[in-house]
Structure formats: structure tokens, C-alpha cells
């Protein structure tokens, strides 16, 4: 929302915000399990970290200078009405 771009990479995005912890996880997800758990220390950190990210997003979200919806809306549904037809 700061930029107005979409960057879905979370390794490029951790460059900007450096959370410490991001590196572990995704070394963890790519080398565990589909099921793989975290202990209740890791769970407790986690939660807390997830309310207080959930916060600055909707804190950023009331400073964007973005629009509230997508100018895009009706092209794309127009491409969408094409390519069905196609």
C-alpha cells in the first residue's frame, strides 16, 4: 500500500520490513512437512506477531493514498466477457 505495487515474494518483501524470524520460516515450510507444527512458545510469538502485522495493515490501509477499489474493475470484466467468448 506504500508503493502501489504488489509484490507477492515474501523474501523481497522482508527486504523493506526484516522480520527476523521470515528466513526460518520458509527454510522450515520448504524443508518440513505439509502438516508440520510449531511448539506452543512458537504458536503464543506467532499469534501476538499476527495481531500486531493485522494492525500496521490496517493502518497502512487508512493512510494509502490508493483508491478503495480498482480502476481496472470494468476493463477486466470486459476481457473476461471476451475471453469466455472466445
Same mark, same amino acid.
Given at each position: 500500500?506504500?508503493?502501489? @505495487? ?17 528466513? *526460518? ?10 502438516? !508440520?507444527?510449531?511448539?506452543?512458545? *512458537? ?11 493485522? @494492525? ?11 483508491? !478503495? ?18
Amino acid at each position: 500500500m506504500r508503493t502501489g @505495487e504488489v509484490e507477492a515474494n515474501l523474501v523481497r518483501l522482508n527486504e523493506t520490513f526484516a522480520l527476523p524470524y521470515l528466513h *526460518d520460516l520458509i527454510a522450515r515450510k520448504l524443508a518440513g512437512t505439509e502438516q !508440520q507444527t510449531i511448539d506452543d512458545a *512458537d504458536a503464543t510469538f506467532f499469534q501476538t506477531e499476527y495481531v500486531r502485522l493485522r @494492525e500496521l495493515l490496517v493502518t497502512e490501509a487508512e493512510r494509502t493514498a490508493l483508491p !478503495q477499489e480498482s480502476s481496472a474493475r470494468e476493463g477486466l470484466h470486459e476481457l473476461l466477457l471476451r475471453l469466455r467468448g472466445a
